[in-house]
């Protein structure tokens, strides 16, 4: 089979324990073509920032085969070059400022600097932070760390992008902003990998929706035969629904009661 040109992404038997006996993957699989845009939703510890910091190669200790753009990750690097990401913590180099942050990362991916800086310039003024190349990160507002995280994950036009709660500490303007690009990113041909409990935003722009909890894939298909399904009207209540989290009313109730007693 031609990974790349049939799957970018292909996952086969995942399986991940941080203590060596307890699995927090247990048996991922999964296949994704080029272009798709996927929405990987489940509970709290379901696994899916696991599964995204294995694919990104940020945790290597795992069990199972992963092939991203044909080339096994496996004591690979050659292939971050094609991805990027967007994690759910923001952690970068505070010291540095967005400028040379981003030189950094154009002498990494062996990228053109000059370009890459105008590019970087232009995407700064579009998230209206073009005023802050030059300063220091560490002094950067939660939201502002945000926007240049999402403009570094992308500078180098990658072919993959993984998105894990990509909209925290946007305000809402950005928040309209980054849902346009991800509709742009996606009429590109990116193929898109999108975790978030954010279900409008996950249902709106995803071809395929996979949902995992208690580290299995329980659903892998689109919104609207996810909805036929389960009879549900909405992403949100077909994730209640499949997940068995759906006495949130009564919850709430019962949290509230005892805060009153």
């Not at 094609?82 to 990494?108: A, H, K, Q």
């Amino acid at each position: 089979m031609n990974f790349l040109k049939d799957f970018t992404i292909s996952i086969k038997n995942l399986r991940m324990s941080y203590d060596g006996e307890n699995d927090i993957l247990k048996g991922i699989t999964l296949d994704i073509k080029p272009g798709q845009v996927i929405g990987y939703i489940g509970p709290n510890g379901a696994g899916k920032s696991t599964t995204i910091k294995i694919m990104t190669g940020i945790l290597r200790d795992y069990s199972g085969e992963i092939r991203i753009l044909g080339q096994d990750i496996s004591g690979n690097t050659e292939y971050k070059k094609m991805i990027g990401y967007v994690p759910e913590s923001v952690d970068i180099y505070e010291n540095l400022t967005p400028r040379e942050y981003i030189i950094f990362l154009s002498r990494i991916y062996e990228i053109d600097e000059e370009k890459t800086i105008k590019k970087f310039e232009n995407l700064m003024k579009i998230f209206d932070i073009e005023t802050e190349c030059d300063s220091r990160i560490s002094g950067f507002s939660k939201g502002m760390k945000q926007k240049f995280i999402i403009i570094s994950s992308l500078i180098h036009n990658p072919e993959i992008i993984f998105f894990d709660e990509p909209l925290n500490g946007l305000d809402a303007n950005s928040v309209l902003i980054f849902k346009e690009i991800l509709k742009n990113l996606k009429n590109s041909g990116k193929t898109i990998f999108y975790s978030s409990h954010v279900m409008d935003v996950v249902e709106k722009i995803s071809d395929r929706i996979i949902l995992i909890k208690d580290g299995n894939v329980i659903a892998n298909d689109s919104v609207n035969n996810l909805k036929l399904l389960v009879k549900a009207g909405s992403l949100e209540n077909v994730f209640t629904h499949l997940t068995g989290e759906n006495n949130s009313l009564e919850n709430a109730k019962d949290f509230v009661d005892n805060i009153l007693e």
